[in-house]
C-alpha cells in the first residue's frame, strides 16, 4: 500500500519539530514572569525601581525638583462650590435630617481644601515660571505624587505654565489613577512606598507640604527626620503651606514643651499662608542655595 504524503503534513512535521527544539530550551529567567513576581526575585524588581526612574530621569535631563505633598481628596474650587450648593439645596428641603446636615457641614470643609488645590496649582504655575527664566542646567521641575487632588493641581499648575512636570504614582488596592497634567515620558508607577520616596527626596531641592492626611504626615515627618538627624545632607527648604489647617492638626509648641523636640528641631521647616508669601520664600531659598550657592547637583550611582 502506498501512503501520499501532502505538503500540508510535511509542513506539520516540520513546525512539530521547530516546537519540540524550542522546548527543549527554558525561558531566561528575566522572561520568567512568575518567578519575576516571586518573593525570590523582591531584590529586582526593588532594583528596577530605583533604575528605571534613574534613566529616564537621566535622559531628561532633570536634576532639580520641588516636590508637593498635600490631599488626594482636595477638588478644584468649581466642582467644590457645585457639590456645596447641592448639599445647600438638600439641607433647604430636608434640613431636619441629620444625613443632610452632616453632608452640608462635609461640603463647607471641603470648599475650605479647595482653596488649597488653587493655591497649589497657582504656586507651582508661577515656580515654573520662574525656574524656566533660570539657566537650563538650573531648571526646578515640580513633582508630585502623580494622583488627584493636591497633586493634580501642582502638575496641572505646572502644565499650564508651559513647563514639564513630573507624577510618582503608587499602586494602590483602590487604584490611584495618574492625572493628565504628567508631562509625557515623566509619569512613573511604583509598587514599593520607599522607593517612591527615595525618588521625592533624591533631586528634590525644595519640599512643599499643603495640607494632607496619613500619607502627607508620613511624606513630611520622615523628610524632617532626615534632616534633623543629618542623614540628608543637602540643605532643603521645606515649606508647610496653610498655617491655619497644620495650627488646628499639630502642636508643634506643645512637642517643645514636652522637650521631644528642639528649638532647632522647628528650624528645620517655615510657614506660609499665602502664594506670594510661599513664592518669595522658596524662590530665594532656592536662588542662595543652589542657583547662586550651587550646591551637590551631578548625577551618581
Known amino acids: 500500500m502506498t501512503t501520499v504524503v501532502t505538503e500540508e503534513a510535511v509542513q506539520a512535521k516540520s513546525k512539530g519539530a521547530k516546537r519540540a527544539k524550542r522546548n527543549r530550551h527554558p525561558h531566561k529567567a528575566y522572561h520568567n514572569t512568575r518567578f519575576m513576581n516571586s518573593s525570590d526575585a523582591r531584590v529586582l524588581r526593588v532594583l528596577a525601581e530605583y533604575l528605571e526612574p534613574y534613566q529616564r530621569l537621566r535622559k531628561m535631563k532633570i536634576k532639580d525638583t520641588i516636590v508637593f505633598f498635600g490631599s488626594a481628596r482636595a477638588k478644584a ?17 430636608r434640613g431636619d435630617d441629620p444625613s443632610c446636615a ?19 496649582r497657582q504656586l507651582a504655575r508661577r515656580l515654573t515660571e520662574w525656574s524656566m527664566g533660570l539657566s537650563e542646567s538650573q531648571r526646578f521641575v515640580i513633582c508630585s505624587g502623580g494622583g488627584p487632588g493636591i497633586m493634580e493641581a501642582a502638575n496641572r499648575g505646572a502644565a499650564e505654565a508651559g513647563g514639564l512636570t513630573i507624577g510618582m504614582n503608587i499602586s494602590l488596592p483602590h487604584e490611584q489613577e495618574p492625572n493628565k497634567w504628567i508631562s509625557p ?47 540628608m545632607k543637602k540643605e532643603v527648604p521645606v515649606l508647610a503651606y496653610g498655617k491655619e489647617y497644620w495650627d488646628e ?38 536662588t542662595k542655595r543652589f542657583v547662586k550657592g550651587g550646591g551637590r547637583r551631578y548625577w551618581y550611582l
Open 249 to 286: 492638626i499639630i502642636n508643634f509648641d506643645k512637642m517643645l514643651e514636652w522637650g521631644t523636640v528642639s528649638k532647632d528641631d522647628l528650624r528645620l521647616f517655615a510657614f506660609a499662608s499665602t502664594v506670594d508669601e510661599a513664592f518669595d520664600y522658596l524662590t530665594a531659598e532656592l
Open 77 to 93: 474650587l468649581e466642582d467644590a462650590e457645585q457639590r456645596l450648593a447641592r448639599a445647600q439645596a438638600a439641607f433647604g428641603r
Open 185 to 231: 515620558k515623566l509619569g512613573f508607577e511604583f509598587h514599593y512606598f520607599f522607593m517612591r520616596k527615595f525618588w521625592f527626596v533624591y533631586l528634590a531641592k525644595a519640599l512643599v507640604v499643603f495640607p494632607g492626611g496619613f500619607g502627607t504626615l508620613d511624606e513630611w515627618f520622615e523628610v524632617l527626620t532626615l534632616l534633623q538627624t543629618g542623614k
Open 102 to 120: 452632616a453632608a452640608l457641614k462635609a461640603a463647607e470643609y471641603e470648599l475650605r481644601l479647595a482653596r488649597y488645590y488653587e493655591d497649589a
